[in-house]
């Protein structure tokens, strides 16, 4: 499933909750994500760096936490 996801050529957005200093910065493909059910999630600082490829739901709990939302 993760040998056809490309990183470089991904349309990435970056969390709406990062600075433009820096800082904490997470993207992710939402496109690619649409499409093929597993969510690319990645640091924005190292864009060449690992892709942590996670289902819809482990993203969804991912943000929750982020947010620090109760479940």
Known sequence: MTSEFDAKTAEWVKSSHSG???GECVEWAPSYASAHG??????SKQS???VLMVSA???TGL???ARGVEQ
Do not use: K, S
């Open 48 to 50: 060449d760096g690992p």
């Open 63 to 65: 943000v929750t936490i």
């Open 20 to 22: 433009p200093e820096g």
């Open 57 to 59: 739901a482990a993203f």
């Open 38 to 43: 597993v969510v690319p999630v990645r640091d």
